[in-house]
């Protein structure tokens, strides 16, 4: 995602876009504006992937606690979400580790301490967020969600003093593969609006400086060789091709289409 002086980038595009990792053949890798433009995009990007991941943990936990399946059963889903809509490489690799065994032959992922870092990518998204007037709430409270993580031992007190409910997964949830549907399509839906939002701040931010960044390029950088790659990125490419100047990603008639098919499982 480079940026800076534009006098710079004829010597150095093709070294760049040599090496890049390719979609569709084109080059992951492009001139993104002047000077800051490409370390606020990349910023951006951070944040997505921090909203990215909190939603797919928060479906880990509804297939958990919820539907009560094991590991590899839940490993299983993952690797049938990603051959659908949410065909992703942090799909994917969900499902590896789901299915990743100790010496022992039991799951990993339940003896792994339960407690996130972060590098401060998706806090400086959500400062850049509230200068600009920007409501990237997915990306905020995936940020509060690692703050929450890291009270490792104030959650384990709580754990100890706050009694929790224990439900019976086959009469709370009778059809459980129907379920597992809703939680599919409720978490295509949030990841619609995680992105939406990180789009309106970059725009907001393009305005700000007169970067005139080219957000379907945008979306085709981000298509192949990094954390959030995924199929839907090149729905977003797609929606900018047809309207360079598409005010918000849920106004096209793709996504608008999908955030009303996933409605009713967004609610449940």
């Not at 539907?67 to 490993?75: E, K």
């Not at 305005?207 to 379907?216: I, Q, S, T």
């Amino acid at each position: 995602m480079p940026g800076g002086n534009p006098d710079a980038w004829p010597h150095l595009k093709h070294i760049f876009q040599s090496i890049s990792a390719k979609s569709e053949g084109e080059p992951c890798c492009d001139w993104v504006g002047n000077a800051g433009a490409g370390h606020f995009v990349k910023m951006v990007h951070n944040g997505i992937e921090y909203g990215d991941m909190q939603l797919i943990a928060e479906a880990y936990d509804l297939l958990l606690e919820g539907v009560g399946l094991n590991y590899d059963q839940m490993a299983e889903v993952m690797e049938e979400w990603n051959h659908g809509e949410l065909d992703s490489f942090l799909i994917e690799i969900t499902a590896r580790i789901l299915k990743f065994k100790d010496e022992k032959g039991e799951p990993i992922l339940p003896k792994i301490r339960d407690c996130a870092g972060q590098k401060g990518t998706g806090k400086w998204t959500c400062f850049a967020a509230q200068e600009y007037g920007i409501p990237v709430t997915l990306i905020g409270e995936a940020v509060f969600a690692r703050c929450l993580s890291a009270l490792k031992e104030e959650r384990v007190v709580a754990s100890s003093r706050l009694n929790r409910a224990k439900a019976n997964h086959d009469e709370v949830i009778p059809d459980k593969r129907d379920f597992i549907k809703h939680i599919s399509k409720a978490l295509y839906a949030s990841k619609i609006v995680s992105y939406a939002q990180g789009f309106m701040l970059m725009a907001e931010a393009s305005r700000k400086f007169d970067w005139k960044l080219n957000f379907g390029a945008i979306a085709l950088m981000w298509r192949g060789g990094c954390i959030i790659r995924s199929r839907f990125l090149g729905d977003i490419k797609k929606a900018f091709d047809k309207k360079k100047d598409l005010q918000n990603v849920l106004l096209d008639d793709f996504f608008s289409k999908a955030m009303g098919d996933a409605q009713v499982c967004w609610h449940m």
